[in-house]
């Protein structure tokens, strides 16, 4: 399998550096076959639309100015990170929306996934998310890489998070979807696959409100549950037990704190992708974990995941 051959990057409008195209590049250099990377940058000022004085067709020429200068220095700042193995192109679009934009880039190309850079808080290590990355986040029907670090290093360890304690069909399908991404990287980058899972804490209320009630025979029961799980999991696809670390606790604890033991350069975390009111959460994992990552994260959609923004979607 050969994955992430076609490539859509968020071009960063505020500075020259372009992590996360140095990143597409990376994925793209290590393809066994051509690939295809794609800088995009979605503009859009209001002034341009309010200027009553101008006609429509003056508006649209300066529209068309801004974005032909915004091609010319895209083309430029990305020199450094071209090489001849790698197709590449630009895409400026002008669009009040940068979020729905870039989506609509996605469906356009068929992108395999899309890469962004992501903020570093100016005296933390963690990264600021914006808006437009939890829209993408939650919307956007492919993989979705938001960079934080410069460069992934060869013979790196490389993280999934899975899900091994669910018996829903559609946690089993995502939880394969991230092994298998992880295990391409992995092979890509000479890297060390881990699977992650973390079990959940015994309810300290049952064992108040029901005196007979056993937590150290729940608490094995539960652990034993996600090991035997993990331990098929690992097996279907080769996996050692030693790279597999079944963790008591929560997920925002065990998985940065995992990453951070083993220094990895990326995390792999599966999205339920929920709009609406529900979208004020994307995961039982992601949301909680993502703040606290210092990592790459490789944010993965369910199978049969539909975008509230897919032109295809039935009204």
């Known amino acids: 399998m050969s994955i992430y051959n076609s490539i859509l990057v968020v071009a960063d409008i505020n500075r020259d550096e372009q992590p996360a195209l140095a990143r597409a590049m990376q994925l793209a250099a290590k393809s066994k076959s051509k690939s295809h990377v794609t800088l995009f940058m979605s503009i859009y000022d209001f002034s341009y639309d309010m200027t009553s004085m101008l006609s429509s067709e003056e508006r649209e020429s300066m529209r068309k100015g801004v ?9 430029k700042i990305s020199q ?75 013979g790196s360890n490389m993280i999934a998070s899975v899900h091994v304690g669910s018996e829903e069909p559609s946690h089993h399908q995502l939880n394969n979807r991230m092994v298998e991404q992880l295990q391409e990287l992995c092979r890509r980058f000479d890297a060390t696959p881990y699977l992650v899972s973390a079990s959940p804490y015994t309810p300290a209320n049952i064992a108040v409100e029901v005196p007979e009630f056993d937590a150290l025979s729940y608490a094995e029961a539960v652990r034993g549950h996600y090991l035997s799980q993990m331990k098929i999991l690992r ?81």
């Open 235 to 315: 097996q279907n696809y080769g996996i050692d037990s030693e790279n597999t670390i079944v963790d008591e606790g929560l997920p925002e604890d065990v998985i940065p704190a995992t990453a951070e033991k083993l220094e990895a350069s990326l995390v792999i975390l599966g999205t339920t992708g929920r709009t609406g009111l529900s979208a004020v959460f994307i995961g039982n994992t992601a949301e909680s974990v993502l703040d606290k990552l210092t990592c790459d994260v490789l944010a993965i959609k369910p199978e049969g995941y539909v975008s509230p923004l897919d032109p295809n979607k039935p009204e």
């Open 80 to 154: 450094p990170y071209l090489f001849s193995a790698v197709d590449f192109d630009i895409k400026v679009v002008w669009h009040h929306r940068p979020y729905e934009a870039i989506i609509s880039e996605v469906f356009k190309g068929n992108y395999d996934i899309l890469v962004k850079a992501t903020r570093k808080h100016d005296s933390l290590e963690s990264a600021i998310f914006t808006p437009t990355d939890w829209h993408l986040l939650r919307k956007c029907p492919s993989p979705v890489l938001l960079v934080k670090n410069a460069t992934w290093p060869e």
């Open 67 to 75: 974005i032909y200068q915004r091609t010319l220095w895209l083309e």
